[in-house]
């Protein structure tokens, strides 16, 4: 099975930052990688999927970006509706990976 | 308006069993790749199964054969019937359609509690 490292696991922030998660997968990747925000009780929201294709309504704040096996989310500007949890997500072989998560807190 | 509406979960007793449904509105469900992800309390998400359009299933190793995902075109509504329930099953379930190898569009989840 694929391996979804994401880092860091917790990360805090002030409201105008520019924030980096990170993403790194067990074994090579052809770019079918998704980013999600989730706000508690809610289902996840689809942000990048692709590495880099930003869904359809996100905020161009929100970018991503990598191939083989590192890939990351950078948020530009953060607002404070940004404060979630964000996952990565792989596709290959017919199995599907989440990475574990990161908070992103108001500092 | 695109939306899916899961339905099913409730409280069950280990080692029983458990159907969940995923009505979709706004799109066709056997045209289209749906999963099932789950996220057990205070835990990240993990996907559980997918029913491709051609009708291929696959499952993640944790719930493969006791796990079995469907769908009824008739209804537009795809399913989860989940048997021989553990403990380690407690999750929210969500339903979810998959576009461009991306979840896309997601229901609003079903609350599975497997307890004696």
């Known amino acids: 099975d694929i391996q979804m490292t994401q880092s860091p696991s917790t990360l805090s922030a002030s409201v105008g930052d520019r924030v980096t998660i990170t993403c790194r997968a067990s074994?090579?990747?052809?770019?079918?990688v998704a980013w999600y925000q989730q706000k508690p009780g809610k289902a996840p929201k689809l942000l990048i999927y692709?590495?880099?294709s930003l869904e359809s309504g996100v905020p161009s704040r929100f970018s991503g970006s990598g191939s083989g096996t590192e890939f990351t989310l950078t948020i530009t500007s953060l607002q404070p509706d940004d404060f979630a949890t964000y996952y990565c997500q792989q596709y290959k072989w017919d199995m599907y990976t989440f990475g574990q998560g990161t908070k992103l807190e108001i500092k | 308006e695109v939306q899916l509406v899961e339905s099913g979960g409730g409280l069950i007793q280990p080692g029983g069993s458990l159907r969940l449904s995923c009505a979709a509105s706004?799109?066709?469900?056997?045209?289209?790749?749906m999963s099932w992800v789950r996220q057990a309390p205070g835990k990240g998400l993990e996907w559980v199964s997918v029913i491709y359009s051609g009708g291929d299933t696959h499952y993640a190793e944790s719930v493969e054969g006791r796990f079995t995902i469907s769908r009824d075109s008739s209804k537009n509504t795809a399913h989860l019937q989940m048997d021989s329930l553990r403990a380690e099953d407690t999750a929210v379930y969500y339903c979810?359609?998959?576009?461009?190898?991306?979840?896309?569009?997601w229901g609003q989840g079903t609350m599975v509690t497997v307890s004696s």
């Open positions: 692709k590495a880099s």
């Open positions: 979810a359609r998959e576009m461009e190898d991306a979840f896309d569009l």
């Open positions: 074994q090579s990747l052809n770019n079918w």
């Open positions: 706004g799109f066709t469900v056997s045209s289209s790749y």
